[in-house]
């Protein structure tokens, strides 16, 4: 805002109370939603904890399996015998498939209902056909034994997801996050004028409440008496307390930070501004395309390719007239087919791209973030809280003829000393930290909404903004000017030292300024370096503040964009406005007011020193609230495709080259690919696809 009247009330609590509300909530049915982005996930239908007992009991299970195995006692050269060996495999195997491998065969269902095969159907199969084919054996009736393999793809398949699942987890809980920012409890006034406390669910429109210092507004209404200074900053993204005076609107959630006030509720539950920035998340949320990964395509691929493949392989085999031979070779097919490495070509990358990042300082929430960043050509930065830290710094002093600037700042910061207001408190710090000394008064008093005064060394000094200029009938004289249109001009906040001893008179003027993150220019310069086609900022601001803020960050005329003086809903709306121009846009913010476009931006990153909301509602969180996270984001994301991409390169490879030879297309060279090297194969492949993603750990991605 250009009125620094609007900024300069003076005596006020803290307003740390914002914070005190924004409380974490347990996020229910997280991991049940986790099937919105894959549909094997949906239709297993299991949560991180569920696979990791799943995992850890087939993992105890597979390890007698294996050690019994004569396969393997055959290739380690070693004996076991006692009484029921026989029985180790069919037993503990059938335990294995129908408790391991249950979400898969349930996952396979779906899918077939869904008429959508992929991994699920493919690892279905596989243990299904192993399985079928062991039991067989172990009665008899083949030659296949598949107990170890069956219940080593099991345990391993269990692993990949468990992983999968436990580090990139979509949160769901913005909504619940929201509604924390409204009181639990609201003062309500009766007609005898007394005060009693109700829940704030049972407000009614017309009824009147009290709101302290320090509290939070328990509903939209309007100021019937009183006025105060009201933090905004978590609905509107105003950096600066707001005056609100009888007659003026306030909305719930917002913090009266120094009067008490009488306020007439107008709106309740639904119809509150909150409210509508709850639906905004929702609706944003919801409107999300339902990505596929890389591995669900190829998993569906071979699906068709090794049911095609095994029905040839069986139909040629029984043609030459080797039945038995058709069987062994089919079942082959199918078991090699099954993506041991493929199942964990993406969760394995993904798991340790989001355990560095989360040394860097970046959490991965969306398990589509990572894949999505390295496509993003547009970043919408929040101005406040994100590029500038949300507080207020002294951004110049000037004094009148006679009077030189520190003395200026000693007496504005004795007179602000007892205040707690944030401009006050800037002043106060900006002084001690110059000169290295506090700076005191005596008779401290306010004059609410308009400024403060005090008595320093014998005189009495004022300190505010233009209202207490006309209040005190005096005027900026003219050799400050040329400062004060200056500072105006970049939207600071302007107050003024007022000698009010005998005939009032202006002394002196400092202005402040919400202080620009050190960080923030070398964020832009970074994305700048990284190819970024667009770098926006987006405010509640008033465009004079902002736009000097651009400046200052290096924003380029014409390329770059700057987004002032918006509501939440215009923050949403910027972000589908980028999107309908043919951009990625990744969206970065902390406050309530982020959070529907967080939701609707491709990728939404929240600084992690934000408000529970912002958090919730975005895939990435910089946990370092430095911007320049966001440029390691992009390495990252980058990166981790390339890794992605080589994994699934090597299993579908190892797949295009096992299922030929182990459906006998070089028999007749007396080339044949034997169940047992078959799995030698497959162990193999798992295992370069796990050193490889390993690798992962090479990319630098802290701010450096």
Same mark, same amino acid.
């Not at 509720?265 to 944003?284: F, K, M, Y």
């Not at 030459?320 to 099954?338: K, N, P, S």
């Not at 070509?345 to 991965?364: D, M, Q, W």
């Not at 005189?459 to 005027?475: D, I, K, S």
């Given at each position: 805002?250009?009125?620094?009247?609007?900024?300069?009330?003076?005596?006020?609590?803290?307003?740390?109370?914002?914070?005190?509300?924004?409380?974490?909530?347990?996020?229910?049915?997280?991991?049940?939603?986790?099937?919105?982005?894959?549909?094997?996930?949906?239709?297993?239908?299991?949560?991180?904890?569920?696979?990791?007992?799943?995992?850890?009991?087939?993992?105890?299970?597979?390890?007698?399996?294996?050690?019994?195995?004569?396969?393997?006692?055959?290739?380690?050269?070693?004996?076991?015998?006692?009484?029921?060996?026989?029985?180790?495999?069919?037993?503990?195997?059938?335990?294995?498939?129908?408790?391991?491998?249950?979400?898969?065969?349930?996952?396979?269902?779906?899918?077939?209902?869904?008429?959508?095969?992929?991994?699920?159907?493919?690892?279905?199969?596989?243990?299904?056909?192993?399985?079928?084919?062991?039991?067989?054996?172990?009665?008899?009736?083949?030659?296949?034994?598949?107990?170890?393999?069956?219940?080593?793809?099991?345990?391993?398949?269990?692993?990949?997801?468990?992983?999968?699942?436990?580090?990139?987890?979509?949160?769901?809980?913005?909504?619940?996050?929201?509604?924390?920012?409204?009181?639990?409890?609201?003062?309500?006034?009766?007609?005898?004028?007394?005060?009693?406390?109700?829940?704030?669910?049972?407000?009614?429109?017309?009824?009147?409440?009290?709101?302290?210092?320090?509290?939070?507004?328990?509903?939209?209404?309007?100021?019937?008496?009183?006025?105060?200074?009201?933090?905004?900053?978590?609905?509107?993204?105003?950096?600066?307390?707001?005056?609100?005076?009888?007659?003026?609107?306030?909305?719930?959630?917002?913090?009266?930070?120094?009067?008490?006030?009488?306020?007439?509720?107008?709106?309740?539950?639904?119809?509150?501004?909150?409210?509508?920035?709850?639906?905004?998340?929702?609706?944003?949320?919801?409107?999300?395309?339902?990505?596929?990964?890389?591995?669900?395509?190829?998993?569906?691929?071979?699906?068709?390719?090794?049911?095609?493949?095994?029905?040839?392989?069986?139909?040629?085999?029984?043609?030459?007239?080797?039945?038995?031979?058709?069987?062994?070779?089919?079942?082959?097919?199918?078991?090699?087919?099954?993506?041991?490495?493929?199942?964990?070509?993406?969760?394995?990358?993904?798991?340790?791209?989001?355990?560095?990042?989360?040394?860097?300082?970046?959490?991965?929430?969306?398990?589509?973030?990572?894949?999505?960043?390295?496509?993003?050509?547009?970043?919408?930065?929040?101005?406040?809280?994100?590029?500038?830290?949300?507080?207020?710094?002294?951004?110049?002093?000037?004094?009148?003829?006679?009077?030189?600037?520190?003395?200026?700042?000693?007496?504005?910061?004795?007179?602000?000393?007892?205040?707690?207001?944030?401009?006050?408190?800037?002043?106060?710090?900006?002084?001690?930290?110059?000169?290295?000394?506090?700076?005191?008064?005596?008779?401290?008093?306010?004059?609410?909404?308009?400024?403060?005064?005090?008595?320093?060394?014998?005189?009495?000094?004022?300190?505010?903004?233009?209202?207490?200029?006309?209040?005190?009938?005096?005027?900026?004289?003219?050799?400050?000017?040329?400062?004060?249109?200056?500072?105006?001009?970049?939207?600071?906040?302007?107050?003024?030292?007022?000698?009010?001893?005998?005939?009032?008179?202006?002394?002196?003027?400092?202005?402040?300024?919400?202080?620009?993150?050190?960080?923030?220019?070398?964020?832009?310069?970074?994305?700048?370096?990284?190819?970024?086609?667009?770098? =926006?900022?987006?405010?509640?601001? @008033?465009?004079?503040? /902002?736009?000097? $803020?651009? !400046?200052?960050? #290096? &924003? *380029?005329?014409?390329?770059?964009?700057?987004?002032?003086?918006?509501?939440?809903?215009?923050?949403?709306?910027?972000?589908?406005?980028?999107?309908?121009?043919?951009?990625?846009?990744?969206?970065?913010?902390?406050?309530?007011?982020?959070?529907?476009?967080?939701?609707?931006?491709?990728?939404?990153?929240?600084?992690?020193?934000?408000?529970?909301?912002?958090?919730?509602?975005?895939?990435?969180?910089?946990?370092?609230?430095?911007?320049?996270?966001?440029?390691?984001?992009?390495?990252?994301?980058?990166?981790?495709?390339?890794?992605?991409?080589?994994?699934?390169?090597?299993? =579908?490879?190892?797949?295009?080259? @096992?299922?030929?030879? /182990?459906?006998? $297309?070089? !028999?007749?060279? #007396? &080339? *044949?690919?034997?169940?047992?090297?078959?799995?030698?194969?497959?162990?193999?492949?798992?295992?370069?696809?796990?050193?490889?993603?390993?690798?992962?750990?090479?990319?630098?991605?802290?701010?450096?």
């Amino acid at each position: 805002m250009s009125d620094h009247e609007d900024h300069t009330g003076h005596e006020h609590r803290s307003a740390t109370a914002t914070d005190e509300t924004l409380k974490r909530h347990e996020h229910h049915g997280t991991h049940e939603a986790h099937g919105e982005h894959r549909a094997h996930d949906k239709h297993a239908g299991h949560d991180p904890e569920a696979f990791r007992r799943k995992f850890r009991l087939s993992l105890i299970l597979t390890v007698p399996i294996v050690v019994t195995s004569e396969m393997i006692m055959d290739w380690f050269g070693y004996t076991l015998a006692f009484p029921g060996i026989a029985l180790v495999g069919p037993v503990l195997g059938s335990v294995v498939f129908l408790y391991g491998g249950w979400p898969f065969l349930a996952g396979a269902v779906n899918e077939l209902k869904d008429r959508a095969p992929g991994m699920m159907m493919l690892i279905a199969t596989a243990i299904t056909v192993a399985y079928t084919a062991s039991l067989a054996t172990s009665f008899g009736l083949l030659d296949l034994d598949f107990w170890w393999e069956l219940a080593a793809l099991v345990t391993i398949m269990l692993l990949g997801h468990w992983q999968e699942m436990k580090a990139i987890g979509q949160a769901q809980g913005a909504l619940a996050a929201l509604a924390a920012l409204l009181p639990d409890d609201a003062e309500r006034i009766g007609g005898d004028g007394r005060t009693e406390s109700v829940p704030a669910s049972e407000l009614a429109v017309g009824d009147l409440v009290l709101v302290r210092p320090g509290a939070r507004v328990p509903a939209d209404g309007e100021i019937t008496d009183g006025e105060a200074e009201l933090d905004e900053s978590m609905i509107t993204g105003e950096s600066r307390p707001v005056p609100r005076r009888t007659g003026d609107r306030v909305v719930a959630g917002t913090v009266a930070t120094d009067s008490s006030i009488r306020v007439e509720i107008g709106a309740v539950g639904e119809d509150t501004a909150l409210a509508g920035i709850q639906r905004l998340v929702e609706q944003a949320q919801s409107s999300r395309g339902r990505a596929q990964v890389l591995a669900d395509r190829f998993a569906a691929m071979l699906f068709y390719i090794a049911l095609a493949s095994a029905a040839v392989t069986f139909t040629v085999w029984s043609l030459i007239g080797d039945l038995t031979g058709g069987v062994v070779r089919t079942v082959t097919v199918l078991v090699i087919a099954c993506p041991h490495a493929l199942g964990l070509a993406i969760p394995l990358v993904i798991a340790i791209s989001t355990a560095i990042s989360a040394k860097s300082g970046i959490l991965v929430k969306d398990r589509f973030a990572i894949e999505r960043m390295r496509t993003v050509d547009a970043v919408l930065f929040d101005k406040t809280g994100t590029l500038t830290k949300g507080e207020h710094t002294v951004a110049g002093v000037a004094g009148a003829e006679g009077v030189d600037s520190d003395e200026v700042l000693h007496l504005a910061a004795a007179v602000e000393s007892d205040s707690e207001h944030p401009l006050a408190r800037a002043i106060v710090h900006h002084h001690d930290h110059a000169h290295r000394g506090g700076a005191s008064a005596t008779d401290f008093r306010s004059r609410t909404g308009k400024g403060v005064e005090a008595t320093v060394d014998g005189r009495r000094y004022a300190v505010g903004g233009p209202a207490l200029l006309r209040e005190l009938e005096v005027t900026a004289p003219d050799e400050l000017r040329e400062d004060i249109d200056q500072w105006s001009g970049r939207g600071a906040t302007v107050l003024y030292l007022i000698d009010t001893e005998s005939e009032p008179r202006v002394l002196g003027a400092v202005a402040l300024e919400d202080e620009i993150r050190p960080e923030a220019k070398q964020a832009v310069a970074d994305l700048r370096a990284q190819g970024i086609e667009k770098i =926006a900022m987006i405010t509640g601001d @008033a465009r004079a503040v /902002a736009e000097a $803020v651009a !400046a200052d960050l #290096g &924003f *380029t005329q014409g390329r770059d964009e700057v987004f002032a003086e918006v509501l939440p809903a215009d923050k949403d709306q910027a972000v589908a406005d980028l999107q309908a121009r043919g951009l990625t846009v990744a969206m970065v913010g902390d406050g309530v007011n982020d959070a529907p476009a967080l939701a609707r931006a491709d990728v939404g990153i929240a600084i992690g020193a934000g408000t529970d909301v912002a958090i919730e509602s975005a895939g990435v969180v910089l946990a370092s609230s430095d911007p320049r996270g966001v440029t390691g984001v992009i390495r990252l994301s980058k990166a981790s495709y390339r890794k992605m991409v080589q994994n699934l390169a090597w299993a =579908a490879g190892y797949n295009i080259v @096992a299922i030929p030879l /182990a459906a006998g $297309v070089l !028999a007749w060279a #007396g &080339f *044949t690919l034997s169940p047992a090297v078959g799995a030698i194969l497959m162990s193999a492949s798992t295992i370069v696809v796990a050193l490889n993603a390993q690798l992962l750990r090479r990319v630098a991605i802290a701010p450096e």
